[in-house]
């Protein structure tokens, strides 16, 4: 007997979101324009960059601490141009990177009950990047070791407990990088950049494993992302402004396994991929909703599962690690979602 619909354990995925006392308020989320998700997360503390006079400066929020936030709430406030990027590090859930503007990657230790004075002293500031540093990304499985890229187009993989780089990958890149995304063991990365390709690098070796040009053919920003499986799964924009989404095996990157077209909005999406379900959240900046997708191994292979909506359009997006869930609850997958001027989940 043929099936007509398709078994999974996750058609029934549904959002809900918390009520307005459960939310942070009275954030000035920063207005840079650069394409990072502008909120980090994790079991103990969500992250916000925001607006600040005379250099760059984030919030770190201890995650009950919701209401509204004081103008005079301590930040960390180190360095001397704008915050671009933030990732909290997946070992030390106190240890958190951030790359900005004043071409420097720093690394901030955080206390145990968050901040009461504000942190202009880091841990470590990584220096070697001759522009503006707009990505950085721990490695998954081994500790101390950071990647950042920035608008110099070059890659460096750093030994955070000694502060020196590791690994500089500046030749591989003829334009602006717009993500970096480790796979699962840390053996690869996957980029996208400016110049429409999409490459798989051995870091270790320095060579590029894979490339696959005009992944996406329009001209505005792409993202690349490993799955568990070592596929890699890829947002971006048709020659006409539609955004698409794409499937991808390394080994064979000339045809897309599969490759969807969306809608005709212009915000960049931003993909958050979760291993243990295999779904992928759709966050487009400037959107008001969140599509959900589960990747398998039977054709169509990207199967649209849900889209959950709100009033509210979102500046950014925060993605909690599996640990800081509700399992009782069935909860799957909490965002952390960055409005104008406050942050909800």
Request: with cysteine; charged share 25%; net charge neutral.
């Amino acid at each position: 007997m043929r099936r007509v619909v398709r078994q999974s354990k996750f058609r029934h995925v549904f959002g809900q979101a918390v009520k307005n006392d459960q939310c942070y308020d009275d954030i000035r989320v920063s207005r840079v324009t650069w394409d990072s998700s502008f909120c980090a997360v994790n079991p103990r503390f969500v992250a916000i960059i925001i607006e600040a006079s005379g250099g760059g400066a984030f919030l770190v929020l201890p995650l009950h601490k919701t209401g509204r936030i004081d103008k005079s709430y301590p930040t960390v406030c180190g360095h001397t141009g704008p915050v671009l990027d933030i990732d909290w590090c997946p070992h030390n859930d106190q240890v958190i990177a951030s790359g900005s503007e004043d071409c420097t990657v720093m690394v901030w230790q955080i206390p145990e009950n968050g901040l009461t004075l504000s942190l202009t002293e880091p841990v470590v500031i990584l220096e070697g990047h001759s522009k503006r540093v707009g990505i950085v990304a721990w490695h998954p499985t081994a500790r101390n070791v950071l990647l950042s890229a920035g608008c110099d187009n070059a890659i460096i993989i750093w030994n955070v407990g000694t502060g020196e780089a590791l690994i500089n990958l500046d030749d591989m890149h003829s334009d602006m990088i717009y993500n970096v995304s480790w796979n699962r063991n840390g053996s690869l990365i996957c980029t996208a950049s400016k110049d429409k390709k999409v490459r798989v690098i051995d870091p270790r070796k320095q060579e590029i494993v894979a490339e696959k040009e005009k992944a996406h053919e329009g001209a505005r920003p792409m993202r690349a992302i490993f799955l568990a499986d070592g596929n890699v799964f890829t947002t971006g924009f048709s020659r006409m402004s539609e955004r698409q989404l794409a499937l991808w095996n390394p080994k064979n990157m000339q045809e897309p396994i599969a490759l969807h077209e969306m809608d005709t909005s212009n915000g960049v999406l931003l993909p958050f991929y979760d291993p243990d379900t295999s779904i992928i959240y759709l966050c487009g900046k400037g959107d008001s909703s969140i599509r959900y997708f589960e990747i398998t191994d039977e054709s169509p292979y990207v199967h649209y599962l849900n889209t959950f909506s709100s009033k509210e359009p979102q500046r950014g997006m925060g993605y909690m690690p599996k640990r800081g869930l509700d399992v009782n609850k069935c909860e799957i997958a909490r965002f952390f979602k960055l409005h104008e001027r406050k942050l909800c989940d």
